[in-house]
C-alpha cells in the first residue's frame, strides 16, 4: 500500500499549462519582438561593459533622446509615419506615435561615458548604446 | 524568417511598400521580381553579437522576408528600393494605363 499527496494530473495539467503558454507567447510569431513596450531592447555584457541594443526602426535620430541619472536609462523620442493627403493606405501595420522608455541596471553607471551609436553598430541602424560602468 | 512589418499606399502615380527591417544593412537586401512575385529578403550580419552575453531580452534578432504578388498594372522595370533608418521603402510605379485620368463633361 502507498500513499501519494500529490495528484499525477498536477503534474499533467502544469505542463499542459506551460506549452499554452508558450505556444500563445511572440516567441514563436512572425515579428522579432513582442507585443511589449516599445520600443524593445537587448542587453548585453561585453567584458566590463553593457550595451543596450534598441530596435528602433523609422526612427530619425534627431527625434531621440538618451538620459542617463545613476543606474537608470531613459529613451524617449516619437516615431512619425506620413503617407501624404493624396495617398491612399492599403495596409497599416507599423506603428508610430510618442515613445518613453526607463530601464535600470543592477549597478550605477557612469553617465558621462555613455555612448549612443544610431547606425554603426551591424550597419543596420539599430541604435546602440554603450554603458561604461 | 521573420516576417518585416509593412505599409502599403498607393498614389495617384505608384504604389509604395515599406517595410521594417531593423538590422539589415544595404549590402544585405535582396529584392527581386520573378513570375509576378516581389521578394524582399534581409539578412542580419550576426557576426555583431559575437562577444555579447545577453543578459536580458526582449526581442529576437533574425532574417526577414516577405513576398508581394504584383499585378500586371506594376511597371517591373522601373521598381525602384531604399533603405534608412532601418526601413526598406519600395517604389512601385503604375503602367500608364492605369493612372488615373480626367474627364472632361461636355
Redo the contacts between chains.
Keep these: 500500500m502507498s500513499t501519494t499527496f500529490s495528484s499525477p494530473f498536477d503534474a499533467i495539467f502544469a505542463l499542459q499549462r506551460a506549452l499554452d503558454a508558450r505556444h500563445q507567447s511572440d516567441?514563436f510569431g512572425?515579428?522579432?519582438?513582442?507585443t511589449?513596450?516599445f520600443p524593445?531592447?537587448?542587453?548585453?555584457?561585453?567584458?566590463d561593459d553593457?550595451?543596450a541594443i534598441v530596435?528602433?526602426?523609422?526612427?530619425?535620430k534627431v527625434d531621440l533622446e538618451i538620459e542617463a541619472k545613476e543606474s537608470t536609462i531613459r529613451i524617449s523620442g516619437k516615431k512619425e509615419?506620413g503617407?501624404?493627403t493624396?495617398?491612399?493606405?492599403?495596409?497599416?501595420?507599423?506603428?508610430s506615435g510618442g515613445f518613453d522608455r526607463t530601464f535600470s541596471l543592477p549597478i550605477d553607471i557612469s553617465a558621462e561615458a555613455i555612448r549612443a551609436d544610431a547606425a554603426s553598430?551591424?550597419?543596420?541602424?539599430?541604435t546602440s548604446v554603450c554603458l561604461y560602468p | 524568417m521573420?516576417?518585416p512589418?509593412?505599409?502599403?499606399?498607393?498614389?495617384?502615380d505608384a504604389?509604395?511598400v515599406?517595410l521594417?527591417?531593423?538590422?539589415?544593412?544595404?549590402d544585405?537586401v535582396d529584392v527581386r521580381v520573378e513570375n509576378d512575385v516581389l521578394t524582399i529578403e534581409g539578412q542580419?550580419?550576426f557576426g555583431?553579437?559575437e562577444?555579447?552575453?545577453?543578459?536580458?531580452?526582449?526581442?529576437?534578432?533574425?532574417n526577414y522576408a516577405r513576398t508581394f504578388q504584383l499585378s500586371s498594372r506594376i511597371e517591373q522595370d522601373r521598381i525602384s528600393a531604399a533603405l534608412?533608418?532601418?526601413?526598406m521603402t519600395l517604389v512601385l510605379p503604375k503602367v500608364e494605363r492605369a493612372k488615373p485620368r480626367k474627364i472632361h463633361v461636355n
Design positions: 516567441w512572425s515579428n522579432t519582438a513582442g511589449g513596450a524593445p531592447i537587448n542587453i548585453f555584457q561585453q567584458r553593457f550595451v530596435e528602433l526602426p523609422g526612427v530619425d509615419i503617407f501624404g493624396s495617398a491612399g493606405v492599403h495596409r497599416r501595420e507599423r506603428a553598430r551591424s550597419a543596420g541602424e539599430h | 521573420f516576417v512589418v509593412t505599409d502599403i499606399f498607393e498614389t495617384d504604389l509604395t515599406m521594417e527591417m531593423p538590422g539589415v544593412a544595404k544585405r542580419i550580419d555583431v553579437y562577444n555579447l552575453r545577453p543578459l536580458y531580452t526582449e526581442y529576437n534578432v533574425g534608412k533608418d532601418g526601413v
